[in-house]
């Protein structure tokens, strides 16, 4: 799978807002570095591992595909300047993109690639990237492009490098959902997704169970699947300050209320309990809402749960993939306020 981690705010500003004591002109101690590196690595592995179980498992119902790995890339230039020989100490860097990490049980692993080697070039074509000035993802998002632009089914050439020796790799890709994700670093964020990228705030993952997380990139992914970035832009809908008035309120709460139906299915084809989903709202996701705040186009927790655990009974997860047909369709087709669909398998 693929992966889109923005470190434009890097460690720094996670560590001062992590501890106050932080705010000096003294250098950041080499340890508590360090500490921030392993949690950031940690965040992603937990978020590629959901991800990646999510978009292997919901193929066949995505019209967008991608080959996809299990490499998760970065590249040194996603650092402040001032932090980059830390990160080359604690990541290795062999060169300036390299892999941070591998999903379990991925064709990379099965390839034998491993945390810490360094990307030199995709298919014979080779990366030349120029460390930018300031921290910036431009160089590890062009590779990242290279990755999934390529043909679905055919082995993907790497070569890469490991302490100083070069070595050809063959990985063989396996078909998933094409979808793009990131981690939105000091953010109360739960998650979005604009129809290609699905962003999940840093806050949420430190303190989601891997079921609660999973809960909500299932809801993501269920935007992403119903394409509602583009009918409701086709629609004319507003996501501004209309946003919660008239047809925008109905048909922006309409495509909220699909992507939570449609998340129960999505969990449970990749092996999720899709009660996981209500006890979610129910549970910690109480602490997200902003209660008489609330955008009125989203429903109060407690009613989000009602409908999911509606539309929850009636997924019998006994004979293969599930999912709500006549929902699915809905995704070619235009936005109309006054369409309903119906709770069926």
């Not at 629609?235 to 129960?264: C, K, T, V």
């Not at 309990?273 to 549970?283: H, T």
């Not at 008489?292 to 009613?303: E, K, L, N, T, V």
Request: hydrophobic share 45%.
């Amino acid at each position: 799978m693929t992966a889109i981690r923005r470190l434009a705010v890097v460690a720094l500003v996670l560590l001062t807002a992590a501890s106050p004591a932080i705010l000096c002109a003294e250098p950041l101690p080499r340890a508590t570095i360090e500490r921030t590196f392993a949690h950031l690595r940690g965040e992603d592995e937990r978020l590629a591992q959901t991800i990646t179980r999510l978009l292997n498992a919901n193929d066949r119902y995505c019209d967008r595909h991608m080959p996809a790995s299990g490499l998760v890339l970065h590249a040194l230039d996603m650092f402040d300047p001032d932090l980059r020989d830390a990160a080359r100490k604690y990541f290795g860097f062999p060169s300036p993109i390299a892999i941070e990490l591998i999903v379990a049980e991925s064709p990379a692993q099965v390839a034998g690639i491993a945390p810490g080697d360094g990307l030199i070039a995709i298919n014979d074509m080779k990366l030349s990237p120029i460390l930018a000035a300031r921290a910036s993802a431009a160089n590890r998002d062009r590779a990242e492009q290279i990755l999934t632009q390529l043909p679905l089914d055919r082995p993907i050439a790497l070569t890469l490098v490991r302490d100083t020796a070069q070595f050809e790799v063959a990985v063989q890709p396996v078909q998933a959902c094409r979808a793009r994700w990131e981690v939105v670093s000091g953010s109360s964020l739960l998650g979005q997704s604009d129809g290609q990228t699905i962003q999940i705030g840093q806050d949420f993952i430190t303190k989601a169970s891997d079921a609660d997380l999973a809960v909500i990139v299932a809801h993501e992914l269920a935007h992403t699947i119903l394409n509602h970035t583009r009918r409701l832009a086709e629609a004319g809908i507003s996501q501004g300050l209309l946003a919660e008035f008239g047809r925008n309120r109905r048909l922006n709460r309409r495509a909220e209320d699909e992507a939570d139906r449609m998340s129960l299915y999505l969990l449970a084809n990749a092996g999720y309990d899709w009660n996981a989903a209500p006890q979610f709202w129910e549970g910690l996701g109480r602490s997200w809402d902003p209660g008489i705040f609330r955008r009125r186009d989203y429903r109060s927790p407690s009613a989000r749960a009602a409908v999911m655990r509606h539309e929850g009974n009636r997924i019998m997860p006994c004979c293969g993939p599930v999912m709500n047909d006549a929902l699915w369709r809905t995704r070619a087709e235009p936005m109309l306020a006054d369409r309903q669909i119906s709770s069926a398998r």
